[in-house]
């Protein structure tokens, strides 16, 4: 009996394409908007490829494996019980297990977790390490809360969590509002639940299986990204201005990797707004930010009391109409528009690496393209944070520590890998490179590959 093919010409055009997808996720904004970007240039590439077509590659890729949600049940310190939801989205794991990481934000829902698992994916595979796509979080906000209500949260959300994941079915990590002491929490909890000391989680503390350098590793991974795109038009990053979105772990560290290579940052923000230090936010005053932000848990406002010269922009204020040469939006997505793009463009800006998830809407991308901007989205350029989750992964497996030295080359390799696939799948016929669309294929192709020869499943 001949088996049911679905003809090539049914699923070949983009906007049929866009709204099955926006019908089958009613209300997910972040998802479809996700899915658009990177469809935008597989429908472009897979035009002549019937193979991808025929086995609905890019259709299977966009529905998540797995969404499980889950009811997190928590006492705070007065002892009233509270009640969050929490999500694990286990999108693609052709190429690796799921991975991914974890964030609590109170705006956290399906569809911008779904949106960050289906970005993780095509983020993992350009690493070059087995790595799927996978991403979870709770819409549990941790400013205010103590330390203790902190830890009960993160046991009790592993006391759900910890039977749809393991070191080689889904290994997630921090995220916003997750870092070292939370995955602490988490993974002390996991062990307490399966007795096994396992690689579950990456972004461990050093003394228990964490890698050097992970928490570094996003922000200088972005710069290094930043600074290849840079050279392909005979520049690099000594004398250049910055103007960097947020102030958390990614942030600091794109800032201290931009001053090192003699860069000038002048911005950070946070959610209620930004400080703008026209003197360079240099090496003393980031591990003021960093003492600040991430063990005092303060606001960027207290920088513009704390040095002379520094101003701040409150009301939710963002800095991209400060004038710079490069920018990098490290704090969540959608956080650059349109509107901002063409003001960073009218200001001269020539480079913009993402050091955030989907910071720029696709107005934005749009404009950045159209100028010929350097512009690296965040699937390409963050993807150093995730690459060191993999070599912690290996690291765990080995039962041995690398050097930090072993470590940074490793880093830089990645990230020039990645550059390298970009230019590879994204340069245009007029020499520009077109980075999203680089990093679109090039991740596709490779979990596209690993699922046609899967067969159907
Ligand atoms: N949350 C980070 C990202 O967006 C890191 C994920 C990980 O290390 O697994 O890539």
Redesign the pocket.
């Known amino acids: 009996m001949q088996m049911h093919r679905t003809s090539v010409t049914d699923h070949v055009d983009l906007e049929g394409f866009m709204e099955g997808v926006a019908r089958r996720n009613p209300g997910q904004s972040e998802f479809i908007q996700a899915v658009r970007e990177v469809a935008e240039d597989i429908f472009d590439f897979i035009e002549d490829k019937v193979e991808y077509h025929e086995a609905q590659i890019l259709r299977r890729i966009a529905e998540p494996d797995r969404v499980v949600s889950f009811r997190v049940c928590w006492e705070d310190d007065n002892g009233s019980i509270r009640v969050n939801r929490g999500y694990r989205v286990q999108n693609n794991n052709a190429i690796g297990p799921y991975?991914?990481?974890i964030?609590f934000h109170p705006s956290v829902n399906e569809s911008i977790l779904k949106f960050?698992a289906f970005e993780?994916t095509f983020?993992n595979a350009l690493t070059g390490l087995p790595?799927g796509g996978g991403?979870g979080g709770a819409n549990f906000n941790p400013k205010g809360k103590s330390v203790n209500e902190i830890m009960r949260f993160c046991q009790s959300f592993m006391t759900e969590l910890y039977r749809h994941i393991g070191a080689n079915v889904d290994?997630?990590?921090?995220?916003i509002g997750v870092g070292a002491r939370e995955i602490g929490f988490m993974f002390g909890q996991y062990k307490r639940i399966t007795n096994a000391w396992e690689g579950v989680l990456?972004?461990k503390g050093l003394e228990y299986g964490g890698s050097l350098i992970r928490p570094e590793a996003?922000g200088y991974g972005a710069v290094y990204f930043l600074e290849n795109m840079v050279k392909t038009r005979g520049r690099d990053l000594a004398g250049v201005t910055a103007v960097i979105s947020g102030s958390g772990n990614v942030a600091t560290h794109a800032a201290e990797k931009i001053t090192q290579l003699g860069g000038k940052v002048v911005t950070l923000s946070d959610s209620e707004g930004f400080i703008h230090d026209p003197d360079g936010i240099g090496l003393e005053k980031i591990q003021w930010v960093k003492d600040h932000k991430t063990h005092r848990r303060g606001r960027i406002s207290q920088y513009a009391e704390e040095f002379k010269g520094a101003t701040f922009h409150g009301d939710r204020a963002r800095p991209w109409a400060v004038p710079c040469d490069v920018a990098m939006p490290c704090a969540t997505q959608n956080e650059l528009n349109g509107e901002d793009a063409r003001t960073l463009v009218k200001n001269g800006c020539f480079a913009v690496s993402e050091g955030a998830?989907m910071p720029t809407d696709l107005e934005g991308v749009h404009v950045f393209k159209d100028a010929q901007l350097l512009y690296a989205p965040?699937k390409a350029s963050?993807?150093g944070?995730?690459a060191?989750?993999g070599l912690e992964m290996s690291q765990n497996s080995e039962r041995r520590s690398w050097k930090e030295s072993e470590l940074q080359q490793l880093l830089r390799d990645i990230m020039d890998g990645i550059h390298d696939r970009c230019l590879e799948y994204g340069r245009k016929s007029d020499d520009y490179v077109d980075y999203v669309k680089g990093a679109n294929i090039a991740g596709f192709k490779k979990v596209a590959d690993a699922m046609l020869a899967f067969g159907v499943v």
Request: aromatic fraction near 0%.
């Open positions: 991975k991914g990481g964030r960050l993780q983020k790595m991403k290994v997630p990590a921090g995220d990456t972004g996003t998830n965040g963050n993807a944070g995730v060191v989750s």
